[in-house]
């Protein structure tokens, strides 16, 4: 083995083993991005000196022509999860209109040598908070004190030891001092105690807004909304749901309301042994939601034993609206969006307007007018209406509020359906460099980078996503339509029956199925998942397009036929490309392409698929093909 490929770096409590491709705090693992780790190396590697970002660039894409947003995006990453900043630049370095350079001190062992990198001390994880300065007596010199001033130290020692027993037996708190470490959280849905509650959009609301909030806390990995949204009954066991969530703790709840009063109790429990770790009661007028979100998410931080930097503490503070009405008005937008169905988005939209017509400040709530916008467009509006609605509603939320990293998200994805590729790219690194935790982030990322044609990237890209939130039925399709795409079908398989396991209405979940059997000879099989694909779906056309395709490669050409006049009776929706894609099953090329060039003139968002889809794989090799990817504007190679 080569002994330059052997390598340990060790810098501060960070140990980077070359070999293993792990980078180690205190012999904890950090997730990092595989981009990510190759950046860190290349700049310990030359630790000390400046690296030009084009030198970078080059020997981290080597075979790809990208923006320097990708660069950028990685660095800001690994400064998020060293705890740099860029007034406070410990690691790593900008050497402005140049690049950058790794100052900490470095030590190099090889991966046989004895790492001297203890695992974290219970003392160390409940050390004080960073804004609090401990100085400490050497141990080898503490006799050399004064006999008074020894005694003197017992007897402070004993009256704080007194007082902290006094407070702590008689706070209402009942916290447990964590024995491990605690790296992924679930907030559950707060019961309601009434189940008759019109009050429900408060279960899922107070919810919500901890997930926000807990989610700009760096050490800590927060499952989304949509992951806990199932576990809303009563009488759950919270240590059961953590282990099918794959967290470390739990915070579960209930709140009740009484007039304009909430009661709430709340309870964070170790998912590992059943422990409460922290548990409260409180009552508070409705008017202050946002205050007992505050209070209660400071609560958790410190019974996770989280030490936050004065960022995280401003996060957790933050209020994008003082307006109680406005406030209420975006829990129930949210509440009700989240439903996913016709009924749930157009009364998610209204009270999004409700709450920017109390607050016209109130940037969330745009961002929530954006998503009804893009997922409306062909469904319950026309796609130019709600493309230009939606575009109205982010360029004011990130006017209010450029931080905002759903907003980035969701204008990534409005700009590519636009295809305007480098700007989709700048919003989604601007959305990862803001919440590099964000499932959805990596998630749109994912799908740029595959309608680019970076595969490869795509999917690490996907397994990131899925790795922030893993019990997600959406994750675990694309990660599993991605591992088919590059011939892993195995891979896919697995994904697949996981997906499905999980929401067995999901519709990718079967169009991922239907392709991998046609590709592993399983036609029958096949047909059947594909069928059950269009059945489950209700707003796109995509899947009669791949259950055309299938019927016409295994002899049913009167199937696909009868499809293709089913869609043409359409021809008021964006539907031409399943059309395409029917005639390219059937061997009707130049059908297909006056079909693709037809979506083409419509601006069909499914024209981004054009590099990746696998059902046009039989038409790649035309010129034609070649001529549609210029004019959408993907690469031609």
Known sequence: MDPQNNRRYEFGPYVLDEKERLLLRFELAVSLPPKAFDTLLLLIKNSGHIMEKEELINALWPDAIVEENNLTHYISLLRRELGDSPSDQQYIETVTKHGYRFVAEVRVTTADSTAKHPRLAAEAVLAPPESETVTAVPRAAWWRLPTSAILGGLVLLLAIAAAYLWISRSSRRDAAIPSQKFETLAILPFKTLDPDSTEEYLSFGIADGLITKLSGVKNVVVRPLPAVRKYSKPGTDPSAIGKELQVD???????????????????????????????????????????????????VTTALALRLDQEERSHLAKRYTENAEAYEAYLKGRFFIEKRTEEGFRKGLEYFQRAVELDPKYAPAYVGQAQYYLVAAEWLLPREEAHHKSEIALSKALEIDDNLAEGHAFLALLRQTDWDWKAAEKEIMRALELNPRSSLAHLHNSYYLMTVGRSNESYDEMKLAKQLDPVSAANNARLAALSAYLGRYDESLDLCRKAVEIDPSFTA?????????????????????????????????????????????????????????????????????????????????????????????????????????????????????????????????
């Open 249 to 299: 703790a739990v915070l579960d709840g209930s709140v009740h309301r009484v007039g304009d009063s909430l009661r709430v109790t709340a309870q964070l429990v170790s998912v590992s042994d059943g422990k409460v770790l922290w548990t409260e009661k409180f009552e508070r007028p409705l008017s202050e939601v946002q205050a007992l979100g505050e209070v209660i998410s400071g609560r």
């Open 509 to 637: 979940c079967h169009d991922v199925l239907g392709w991998v059997y046609l590709k592993t000879g399983k036609p029958a099989e096949a047909v059947a998942e594909l069928e059950t694909s269009v059945a489950l779906s209700k707003t796109e056309f995509y899947p009669y397009g791949e259950l055309g395709y299938a019927y016409a490669v295994t002899g049913n050409r009167v199937g696909a036929t009868k499809l293709i006049r089913e869609l043409k009776g359409r021809r008021n929706l964006l539907n031409s490309y399943p059309i395409a894609v029917i005639y390219t099953g059937l061997g009707q090329k130049d059908e297909a392409f006056s079909w693709l060039n037809d979506a083409l003139t419509k601006h069909e968002d499914a024209m981004t698929w054009l590099k990746f889809d696998p059902y046009l794989e039989s038409l790649r090799a035309d010129p034609r093909f070649t001529e549609l990817l210029r004019r959408v504007g993907l690469p031609t190679t």
